[in-house]
């Protein structure tokens, strides 16, 4: 039984996983310069990728960039890098395709634990979201959400922030995988599965060892 949409949503992401490997897809391949890590983020980032947060739940890849002080964005969002970013630390970036078919080939982006800039009642386990509005300078996330600093200025090039301030693990599939899409009563992508290793690393080899 084929989906025609999936299938080429597979093609797709096979294609630019690829490319990305200039023709030859390796089984496993690791990044840690983030420059290298920019690199590969950018070369990922289109309609047929889907990442998964480590606090559930999870959005599409569109563009990457270091910040002046190091640290790895990203941006979820029509507006780009300009307008919503997530913001990490990045400590290693992996490939891993594990089984023929490459329908369950992934990446897997391991960060550590930004220190914490907000106030308090703004952070979750995982994120505190914040409203930058410049360089350095960190208001609540009502700002953002008002279109106003604190001080009444209308804000012009300020940006919303989730910063992640545990260490973690975001995984990045395509859009035609199993991963992406299957759920049971033992297995739901959206509730942060790639954070425990061992668990993730078994049900993506059952599942890439169906030929779609």
């Not at 310069?33 to 980032?45: E, K, P």
């Not at 999870?58 to 969002?77: I, N």
Request: proline content about 4%.
């Amino acid at each position: 039984m084929t989906d025609d949409g999936k299938q080429e949503l597979r093609e797709k992401w096979e294609a630019i996983v690829a490319a990305l490997f200039e023709g030859t897809i390796p089984e496993a391949a690791e990044w840690t310069d983030s420059n290298d890590i920019v690199r590969v983020l950018n070369a990922i980032s289109s309609p047929v990728n889907h990442m998964f947060h480590p606090d559930g739940g999870g959005l599409d890849l569109r563009a990457a960039q270091l910040s002046r002080e190091g640290t790895l964005e990203w941006a979820t969002h029509e507006g780009g890098l300009e307008s919503f970013v997530h913001v990490v630390r990045p400590v290693k970036l992996t490939f891993w395709n594990p089984g023929l078919y490459k329908h369950e080939a992934n990446f897997v982006l391991e960060v550590d634990a930004l220190d914490p800039v907000g106030e308090e009642h703004a952070r979750s386990e995982y994120v505190e979201e914040l409203t930058e509005v410049r360089l350095g300078t960190y208001e609540p996330l009502s700002s953002w959400d008002n279109g106003y600093s604190e001080n009444g200025d209308p804000l012009d090039g300020a940006r919303r922030l989730c910063r992640i301030i545990k260490g973690s693990r975001f995984a990045i599939f395509g859009k035609g995988s199993l991963y992406n899409s299957f759920s049971d009563k033992g297995f739901d992508a959206y509730s942060a599965y790639h954070n425990d290793p061992v668990k993730f690393a078994k049900i993506v080899e059952e599942m890439a060892k169906i030929d779609l």
